[in-house]
């Protein structure tokens, strides 16, 4: 099965940093790999995803790069706000075989200072 | 509108009891799951249910069953609530086996004492 790997599991940072968050599969057969960010208290929501037939994409201050040759893929959020404290996810889901089943990494507990 | 809506949202309970929490999506997705949330956050996949066939995780104990009244409800019941089973559950649907973006309920916090 699929499995992945992310890191740090914590970053802190001062407000207006960049930060960059890193995760690894092992799965080549996978091709959807999306990011939630999960707030204290609350449901994991997606924040940006890439698929991959593509390298990277953005959404304002926050991209995703996929090195599928590696198999990794890293989360930048530039201009850090302290509303973008939480827990962010990565994970990864595999395009054939009996089941697909989401797989995510342990986590990344995001703070940004003001 | 709820688009997963899970019950109870708070649940506390003693050792050795049967507990059931429910969810149901308004989505029309076909796929529903079941993650375990421990206290150190990792999600951790219990149950995959997609046109009635159902994917289990191993590592799941036998004391925890889906039951699926159709596509909508994807309930899941425990037997013999062991201290561990202490997390929150959350229930999520998607509108394919690998089409993309889970939707999440808002979680059932379970506490075993």
């Known amino acids: 099965g699929e499995n992945v790997e992310q890191h740090p599991s914590t970053l802190s940072v001062q407000e207006g940093d960049s930060a960059v968050i890193k995760c690894t599969y092992s799965?080549?057969?996978?091709?959807?790999f999306p990011w939630y960010k999960q707030e204290l208290g609350k449901r994991p929501q997606l924040i940006i995803d890439?698929?991959?037939?593509?390298g990277e994409k953005k959404d304002q201050r926050i991209a995703v790069t996929l090195n599928k040759t590696a198999k990794h893929f890293s989360l930048h959020i530039t201009e850090t706000q302290p509303e973008d404290s939480a827990v962010y996810f990565c994970?990864?889901?595999?395009?054939?075989?009996?089941?697909?089943?989401?797989?995510f990494g342990r986590g990344t507990s995001l703070i940004v200072h003001p | 509108d709820t688009a997963v809506s899970q019950t109870p949202k708070y649940l506390v309970t003693q050792m050795g009891n049967d507990k059931s929490i429910k969810c149901e999506q308004n989505?029309?997705?076909?796929?529903m799951y079941w993650y375990k949330q421990d206290s150190k956050k990792f999600l951790k996949i219990m149950f995959s249910y997609n046109n009635k066939e159902l994917i289990i995780n191993e590592t799941v104990p036998n004391r925890f069953s889906p039951k699926s009244p159709d596509k909508a409800h994807l309930n899941l019941h425990i037997n013999s609530l062991e201290l561990g089973d202490s997390a929150v559950y959350f229930c999520a649907s998607n509108p394919g086996l690998n089409t993309g973006e889970l939707f999440f309920g808002e979680g059932s916090r379970l506490t075993v004492l």
């Open positions: 989505l029309g997705h076909d796929t």
């Open positions: 799965d080549s057969a996978s091709n959807y």
């Open positions: 890439i698929r991959s037939n593509v």
């Open positions: 994970a990864a889901l595999p395009r054939s075989g009996g089941s697909y089943i989401p797989t």
